[in-house]
């Protein structure tokens, strides 16, 4: 027997095999892991054999699968590795230490669900992506279905709310498809931050039906992310929200959008070395997905890449622009030294896609085409938007920030998030990140996020 085909301690087995130490522990006896034992040295000594270890791997074709996904994931961070300085945890719930900078440069509610474009020979996968293999005995309902996240993975106001209404078919004609409720709920989120649908009503029915499909199949990862989702943005309770993730991630380590969506909860928190990691991961199991792209750009982009970051999310935004994408664009041009231009035309776009009110376009528009590069042309920008009477409330609140008007900033904050109506996750908005040190904000962020479920307010008369 060749020795150097031998890999001692279980430490090295689980690396081999994709796995940590005490998941190869647990499955020498769960699973019948070939390992073995030194004789007279007790069982603490154990080694495995390469060759009796790939054996076993061929015969279980989903732990082989995943381990090619976490060795590739090691190669490419060995061969291109990207520096990132670890950020301090967040202080409170809801808001970010002011010494977290990047962490702060965040966009609004901005949805970053795992995908791929999925066209016919992709229907295989997009089951399997929907956390189950599982099919419907009611005809029609698993080509609804299948339509439907097709669909859905395009990430446009239009593909999103024609995926939303097969979710709902099929769910009508099959109430016990679990599947089918959970992406009916994933596309209810999607729909709420695209504020394609009334927010509050949105999200309600997304935890709805997160539920409901958990409760008709509870080996389903997809709805645990997407309540992860919902309690990271939505409710503000941060160990929650993680609780879920990994819930989704423990139930299945290659559901794309748990790593996904992770990954973006991550990027908000700061945590922005373990948030590449986990958009790496989703991208090594769906390589085209758009949204996971767009999310791994955001993050690269606040952790010192921005550059990188800007051209990948442009790119994207020239195949297919969705609200998501202009998002992130307009983040990262509120970065340091800002590009008021980039800024302005991703706001724009976003008023557009989301079908708000024409004014609201027009104003981002024409600031766009009066803006003169220079200190003074961005404080003439910030000027009209904070006193046009087009310029709704959380819009006139940033341009005071970015004039440095704290005091007219709060005072219009604290109408928004005292309105009875949606109000700002004001925590994750890029243009107040001044306000941040100011003894006020602290206070102001922690109603707000009590609230809960609630949006930015944006009129659409």
Known sequence: MNVSDHIHGWKEIGSYIGRTERTARRWE?????????????????????????????????????????????????????????????????GWLAPALVTAALLAIAATTAASVRRTGRDNRLAVRAAGSTRTSPVPGVNELYLRGLGLYEKRTVPDV???????????????????????????????????????????????????????????????????????FFRVGDQSQAEREFRMALALDPRCAMAHSWFGTMLTYQGRLPEALREFDVASQIEPHSSAIMAGRALALGLAGHRNEGLAILEKLNRE????????????????????????????????????????????????????????SGEQAVWEALAQSKDSYPLLQAEANAALGKADDAFAILDSVVNSPGPAANISSDPMLISLHSDRRWPALVSLDNRLGLRTRSVSTE
């Open 29 to 93: 006896i769960e699973r019948r892991l070939p390992v073995r034992r030194t004789p007279g040295q007790g069982r603490s000594s154990v080694y495995a054999i390469k060759s009796e270890l790939d054996g076993w791997l061929l015969s279980t074709p989903a732990i082989a699968e995943d381990r090619e996904v976490v060795l590739a994931v090691e190669a490419t961070h060995a061969a291109s590795p990207i520096i990132v300085t670890e950020a301090p945890a967040t202080t409170r719930r």
């Open 320 to 375: 297919a622009p969705n609200p998501m994408i202009a998002h992130h664009l307009s983040t990262l041009a509120v970065m340091q030294p800002r590009n008021v231009e980039l800024f302005l035309r991703s706001r724009a776009e976003i008023a557009l896609m989301e079908h708000l009110a024409p004014s609201v376009v027009t104003l981002y528009t024409d600031a766009e085409k009066k803006y003169v590069p220079g200190r």
């Open 161 to 231: 709310n024609n995926a939303f209404k097969l979710f709902l078919e099929a769910t009508d004609r099959d109430p016990k498809f679990a599947p089918a409720w959970a992406s009916l709920g994933n596309a209810y989120t999607v729909l709420g931050e695209y504020e394609s649908i009334n927010n509050l009503d949105a999200y309600a029915k997304a935890r709805d039906a997160a539920e409901k499909a958990l409760a008709l199949d509870p080996s389903l990862a997809e709805p645990h992310a997407n309540l992860g989702f919902l309690d």
